[in-house]
């Protein structure tokens, strides 16, 4: 029933013919200072994209115009935006949310035949890593701008404009006839991060993306995030501080979003930023690891900067598994920052996922009893991944016996000596549902990202999570009952709990005041 879609017409048909025929998860609301609002409130603000803003300002800073355009349109037939229009004389093309060579290529191709006869030049972590491969398999790309783009970008569009040899432009892949394998590399140079303006969104905004390092210290081997940027950089705590209290001032930020591996290392930096960040009144969000947080005065403190939630990859609760990942945190570890955030004021998601090279069901056991018994709060659960070679697990390749079946889908046809991706997918459903049915306190984080957050911003988050819970358990109810009528009783039992803290059925969804109901 919470499917973005079908939501409704799926509860509609499931309930046809029951009791609770006509109901919806729309139909739930709350009354507040006299008003009443829907539960489920569609999120009524947009966060700018990163890149996008990052990429225009380089480019604007060096004096081109810039035309953009979402790839988005690029993946859905459902009224796509027509095309921009113009007397072009290049075009960019971000990888960083293109992770297969099917969909690089269905962008690739959409562009030379929407803008033929101009040179398109690739940027971001798929294209960072994967250049040799894209260069020999997909002719269409003419250049790969690697690592760090803010000089490298408007050297390599002057020297398009105005002639120059290509090794003049840092950072280049580019095309070469005389090469066996048909491209060049130029010298490759790091920014520094400190001395180079950090970009701004044009206008207001409310959320703004943060990135305040490149590179990570750590070495995990499911992920290939530091190969993109061998070299890890970060910018000082004064930069971080002096960033955000201008995005207060210029764009009316009131919350930032840190999109960096672990925000909360180096341990000196954040030592300065427990210091300088109270002051601007920001509110934030970024990732941390599990051993960073290990005294309860700590999580306090970061709580005291405006911090409303940290993300955790925990991974797994099998130290067996954690050495196989070379994750440098263990089981105890994720133990201490779970319990220092229960108890705590922040807001948090941990995550894990099942089926990581090594790991045997024996071993995922420890994290579904985890999650099953002791876990509160929200968590995602996700299915081990391949998404590229460049993945540091290779190394483990035949002590683990670890095998992609299908090239052109390696995420779902892998297998190694403790599972295969059907035994991994199976225990991500059987966990999912077995903590949906038994714990009161754990919530999947995922449907709640179409609507606003909280769902009662009048209320606690521990109250937010109670109500979280029973929409979860109701929307699921297909699922947890095959049996529409069977699930009537458990229906309403969610429901009687939904109205202990106010939430009721209404009679349809014109009742409501369709507005914000707090900046949360």
Known sequence: ???????????????????????????????????????????????????????????????HTV?????????????PTPAPQGDYRAALLSTSFIWTERDLRHAVRWIAETYPGIPIILGGQYSNLKYASLMRMIPEIDYIVRGDG?????????????????????????????????????????????AYPSPSPKGNWRVIPYESMRGCPFSCKF????????????????????????????????????????????????????ELLPGIGVGWE???????????????????????????????MSDSTLRYMNKKVTRKDNLRAFRLLNEGGLGYRCSFMAGYPGETPEDFAETRDFLAEEYAGHFMLSVFSISDETMP??????????????????????????????TARMLNHTTLDMVRRVNDRAVLRLWQADYQHLLMPQQGRWE????????????MAPRDHGDAAEAVPSIRRQLNVLSRYGVEVYPGTDAFTHAPLFHA
């Not at 953009?68 to 037939?77: A, G």
């Not at 290509?166 to 130029?186: C, D, I, M």
């Not at 947080?293 to 005291?304: C, H």
Request: negative net charge; proline residues 6%.
């Open 464 to 475: 937010n999570i109670a109500v979280e819970k029973a929409v979860e358990r109701i929307g």
């Open 67 to 79: 035309d953009t355009y979402e790839t988005t349109n690029l993946w859905t037939d459902l009224d």
């Open 223 to 274: 992920c290939s995030f530091p190969a993109a940027s061998p070299k890890w950089r970060y910018k000082s705590a004064t930069k971080i501080a002096d960033d955000w209290r201008r995005y207060a001032e210029e764009n009316g930020a009131s919350y930032i979003s840190a999109m960096d591996s672990t925000f909360t290392v180096p341990p000196t930096r954040l030592r300065e930023l427990l």
């Open 393 to 422: 697990l290779w190394e483990d390749k035949e002590a683990l016996r670890i095998e992609v079946h299908d090239p052109d889908d390696p995420d779902y046809s892998w297998s190694h000596i403790g599972m295969d991706v059907h």
């Open 150 to 194: 803010e000089e490298a970008l408007p050297a390599l569009l002057t020297m398009l404009d105005k002639g120059g040899e290509p090794e003049s432009v840092p950072n280049l892949v580019y095309r070469h006839s005389r090469e066996l394998l048909g491209y060049r590399l130029s010298p490759f140079e790091y920014l520094d991060l400190d």
């Open 286 to 316: 970024g990732y941390s690891r599990a051993n960073v947080l290990k005294t309860a005065e700590l999580v306090d403190a970061i709580a005291a900067t405006h911090c409303q939630f940290l993300s955790i990859g925990f991974e797994s």
């Open 1 to 63: 029933m919470l499917d973005r879609l079908n939501g409704a017409v799926n509860t509609a048909e499931y309930l046809r013919g029951t009791p609770l025929e006509g109901f919806s998860l729309e139909r739930l609301g709350f009354r507040y200072n006299g008003a009443d609002y829907p539960l489920l409130r569609p999120r009524y603000y947009n966060v700018p994209h990163l890149t996008t803003f990052a990429v225009q300002e380089i480019l604007e800073r060096a004096g």
